[in-house]
């Protein structure tokens, strides 16, 4: 597998990113696109590869193609949204379809423009890379510039990480999408699991019961509306269902604690349902800070 990847700058990701990187593209407006002669060949791969009729696409310029023409299926392509600052790297393309020729008119169809061509199709995967840290990944110099262009990275400078696969795998392993929980340790959704996560629902539910007056503080506190993703029952379901309604969480872990604990409102917060669901999906329960920062680093926010 070769790593390449495509410094698009700032705003040509601003404008396309949302289109065909973030946003998907479907596989029969692909191939009503595409060259007569390609068509069909086309249209099979791209729905072998993605039965659900749906992919990501990225193309690059005609200057790109003595770099482009390397570029096979399966080999992985990183986009630059902006070197600025630190710089932002935010999609892993693993390439599932490329063909070598120009493809003009679906490069105006998606983008607006045949200054794409060089067009491949593949899903998206969300990673958290900096250019500041890929350029120590993959030892470049501090102030090396890639000025828009396209470029493959030898394998050798990735021997550390074992080759472009073993870095690719630290990257994807690295992200949100991977569904990585670091150091927690996720729930399986067993039969067993739930029983286990009921008893632990009744006991904080029971733990609130005794502890009403510390529940009637937080709600006069915090208010109504989910501290983790701001959703609010009131505005979704009306006043005459919604109003008044939030779910309370001990932050910390109450079997650990005897009987007489007295919690403090900081013990505490208010959370939608499905936050809360979230919140106790791993063992030990996840931080709301760290349900929140994920919520955040989703894709589109
Ligand atoms: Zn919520
Ligand atoms: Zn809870």
Redesign the pocket.
């Known amino acids: 597998m070769q790593l390449f990847f495509h410094d698009v700058g700032l705003k040509g990701a601003n404008a396309d990113f949302p289109k065909t990187v973030f946003g998907n593209v479907a596989v029969s407006d692909i191939v009503e696109h595409c060259p007569i002669h390609l068509q069909t060949e086309v249209e099979n791969k791209l729905l072998a590869e993605f039965p659900d009729g749906w992919c990501n696409v990225w193309g690059v310029p005609d200057g790109a193609k003595s770099v482009i023409r390397q570029l096979k299926v399966d080999d992985v392509m990183l986009l630059i949204k902006t070197t600025g600052g630190d710089g932002d790297m935010p999609a892993l393309c693993h390439v599932k379809g490329f063909w070598k020729e120009q493809l003009l008119e679906l490069s105006n169809f998606l983008w607006g423009s045949s200054h794409f061509p060089y067009v491949f199709f593949f899903k998206t995967q969300h990673i958290d890379l900096t250019w500041t840290q890929f350029k120590k990944d993959v030892q470049y110099m501090p102030n090396f510039r890639p000025s828009g262009n396209v470029y493959r990275v030898k394998s050798e400078r990735l021997d550390h990480f074992g080759g472009s696969d073993g870095y690719v795998c630290h990257l994807l392993q690295d992200t949100y999408s991977t569904g990585n929980v670091g150091r927690y340790e996720l729930r399986e959704n067993t039969p067993e699991q739930e029983y286990a996560e009921g008893e632990r629902q009744v006991r904080?539910a029971s733990y609130f019961k005794r502890n009403a007056k510390l529940v009637k503080d937080a709600k006069a506190k915090f208010g109504f509306i989910c501290q983790i993703c701001d959703f609010d029952f009131e505005s979704v379901y009306g006043k005459e269902l919604g109003s008044g309604f939030i779910e309370c969480?001990?932050k910390n872990p109450l079997h650990e604690k005897d009987n007489n604990y007295s919690s403090t409102l900081d013990d505490v917060c208010m959370v939608c349902s499905n936050c809360?669901r979230m919140?106790?999906r791993t063992k030990p329960?996840m931080k709301p800070e760290e349900l929140k920062e994920r919520l955040q680093k989703k894709p589109y926010n």
Do not use: K, S, T, V
């Open positions: 904080e969480h001990h809360h919140l106790h329960a």
